[in-house]
């Protein structure tokens, strides 16, 4: 079974401009998730889809950050304009929905580093 | 106060050590419990799930739920250098919507 894929790896940018990271989950898992991971915190919820639906944007801060998911399939997320506190890694991570005991699985991440 | 503390660490053992791991948690509605491994440039994965308080035996590994107390905790038993990771403790109620714990590195030495 193909694992989470994220690209780019690693992404260098200087504050105010934008950036985007793109994922495509297990094929067949309706659940996609973006968590960001600064260093030395566990990762923290940004978003969550089902399907091509948002469940949960809570802790998006959407003044900058956008995300998608298109078909239900790959997603994008977006930064603009960047801040100095961006740094982090952005983990995709998903799940199938055929119960509370499915695994969620993660992707390896973009490490993003602002400037 | 954050929802779930974990033990900082960094933790530093020799190969055949047992490695202990703890996490303690504010919200009483916390029910299904995890420990996440998590390599260098990798993303986390799961290593154990538990529901009830108690223990839960994984080969080597060993997860342990005290709800009355809200803490749990990963016992780690003749570690090997591939055990060298960070470990994160995740906690949900029933959606999850996963709270991690910031993690603890450990470097097991051969």
């Known amino acids: 079974e193909a694992g989470v894929a994220q690209s780019p790896r690693y992404k260098i940018i200087e504050k105010r401009q934008s950036v985007a990271f793109w994922c495509n989950p297990i094929?067949?898992?309706?659940?996609l998730y973006w968590y960001q991971q600064i260093l030395g915190q566990g990762p923290k919820l940004l978003i969550q889809?089902?399907?091509?639906?948002?469940?949960?944007d809570s802790q998006l801060p959407k003044d900058r950050f956008s995300a998608e998911r298109l078909k239900g399939v790959d997603s994008t997320l977006k930064i603009q304009p960047a801040k100095l506190e961006d740094s982090a890694v952005y983990l995709c991570?998903?799940?199938?929905?055929?119960?509370?005991?499915?695994?969620?699985?993660f992707g390896s991440g973009t490490q993003l580093s602002v400037l | 106060q954050k929802e779930v503390e974990q033990d900082p660490g960094p933790l530093s053992v020799p190969e055949g050590a047992i490695v202990s791991l703890n996490c303690t948690y504010s919200?009483?509605?916390?029910?299904?419990f995890m420990w996440y491994r998590q390599y260098s440039r990798k993303g986390p994965e799961l290593l154990m799930y538990?529901?009830?308080?108690g223990n839960k035996e994984d080969g080597r590994f060993t997860a342990q739920v005290d709800k009355s107390s809200k803490y749990i905790s990963l016992f780690i038993r003749d570690s090997q250098p591939s055990d060298s990771a960070t470990y994160l403790c995740?906690?949900?109620?029933?959606?999850?919507?996963?709270?991690f714990g910031a993690g603890t590195t450990v470097t097991v030495r051969a």
């Open positions: 991570a998903s799940r199938s929905d055929r119960g509370f005991n499915e695994k969620l699985f």
């Open positions: 094929s067949g898992h309706a659940t």
């Open positions: 889809f089902q399907n091509n639906g948002v469940v949960d």
């Open positions: 919200n009483s509605a916390f029910q299904y």
């Open positions: 538990t529901y009830s308080s």
């Open positions: 995740a906690m949900t109620q029933n959606d999850y919507k996963l709270s």
